[in-house]
């Protein structure tokens, strides 16, 4: 996963986030995801075609912790999505 590349959500996937957390369902593969708050803000920064290193500033941020921590674990959450097929990275323009 390339950290430089926006991130894009899948057309096929419906999501809803809250502050409590995140459930995403896949509606060609049917299966059902769910998340901390966390999650809900990594999807909310996601949908906003975000790189993962922006993400991860952001989270550092929001949640004051390390950015290493936030970095680790934006790649793996993210990592996740893009290999069940939710979300897809593209050039950053």
Known sequence: MEDTRGL???????????????ILLDVDGGVVLASNAVGARIWQLIERHSTPAQIARQLADEFAISAERAHHDVRAFVTSLVDRGLVSQEPCA
């Open 8 to 22: 894009r959500p899948s057309l096929a996937v419906r999501a809803s986030a809250s502050e409590d957390g995140l």
